[in-house]
């Protein structure tokens, strides 16, 4: 049995991917061009993939009807890691009522002068609701300590602050998921040369994506420090090999219908005595 920070390559799926708290992660270990667990290749896996989506909708409808409670899904990676294309396919079929979507970009205006966790806290889901974080407060110990936005002594503080801060949207009724996209250097590449050729993808090619693929190493350590510093029990990272995105939409499917699955949410009880017709 093969194990290295991130659960024993024989567990079951989805939980074989989880970073087990406090154990070192490794991501050298982990082939981001496997399929380990797949029910089979891209078609066969690819066509599982519509009864994920039903299984989605169908939680969502009931997580938003009983209005007790959200789940927050974490979406990290490095640039062209396919966090936009993750969203756009397992999120397909969920009701837009119910679910929001927040992309954190370089913290601009009021958010700068605010300490960092100020605007995620804001964007956090409100009951009933799936919340999707596409990037997240986890930028504030990656883009910031690789690009050294912020002193050493700054960010090194702010692991313990964010578990602190997970904690209290756990101990509010949120559910907590963070899913951490793993491609290598070589498809982050091929993507980003991509976005240069297909003049409809053009648009989305930056100077920061040359930046994340000159600091590849340095991002690689510091995603290993983010994950086992605050991978814990009520908020735990997944880290998915993803440079197939089939693979990576079956398992992030898998990981949100399971855990919705166990947050178990139920339809309000209907008022007392309905009546039978309308009249
Ligand atoms: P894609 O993966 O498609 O390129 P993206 O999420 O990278 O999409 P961009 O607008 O290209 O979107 O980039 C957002 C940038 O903002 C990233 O380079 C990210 O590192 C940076 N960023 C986000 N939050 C912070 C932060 N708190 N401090 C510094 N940089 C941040
Ligand atoms: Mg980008």
């Not at 913290?107 to 605007?119: A, I």
């Not at 003049?199 to 693929?213: G, I, M, N, T, Y």
């Not at 998915?240 to 990576?248: G, H, L, M, S, V």
Request: glycine content about 6%; overall charge positive.
């Amino acid at each position: 049995m093969r194990c290295s920070g991130v659960v024993c390559s024989n567990a079951v799926m989805p939980e074989r991917w989880r970073v087990e708290p406090g154990k070192p992660v490794r991501l050298e270990s982990i082939d981001p061009s496997s399929t380990p667990g797949a029910p089979g290749g891209k078609a066969e896996t690819v066509a599982t993939l519509p009864a994920f989506h039903e299984r989605l909708a169908a939680l969502q409808e009931r997580l938003w009807a009983e209005h007790r409670r959200s789940l927050l899904v974490v979406l990290q990676a490095l640039d062209a890691g396919g966090k936009d294309g993750t969203v756009r396919h397992v999120f397909r079929g969920v009701n837009p009522q119910g679910t929001t979507v927040t992309s954190f970009k370089v913290p601009v205006g009021e958010e700068v002068e605010h300490d960092f966790l100020w605007r995620v806290h804001r964007a956090a889901p409100a009951t009933g609701e799936i919340g999707i974080f596409n990037r997240s407060h986890y930028e504030d110990v990656l883009a910031v300590r690789v690009l050294g936005l912020a002193p050493e002594k700054v960010w090194k503080a702010r692991y313990d602050l964010i578990n602190a801060f997970e904690q209290t949207l756990h101990h509010g009724g949120t559910t907590i998921v963070k899913i951490y996209l793993h491609i290598s250097k070589e498809e982050q590449r091929r993507r980003l040369q991509a976005r240069l050729d297909d003049p409809d993808k053009r648009w989305k090619f930056s100077a920061a994506d040359l930046e994340a693929l000159r600091h590849w190493d340095e991002y690689r350590e510091a995603y290993e420090d983010a994950l086992v510093k605050t991978s814990t029990a009520i908020a735990p990272w997944y880290v998915i090999p993803a440079d197939r995105k089939w693979y990576r939409n079956w398992v992030v499917s898998r990981i949100l219908v399971k855990t919705l699955r166990r947050m178990d949410p139920r339809y309000p009880q209907p008022m007392e005595h309905l009546p039978a017709t309308i009249e």
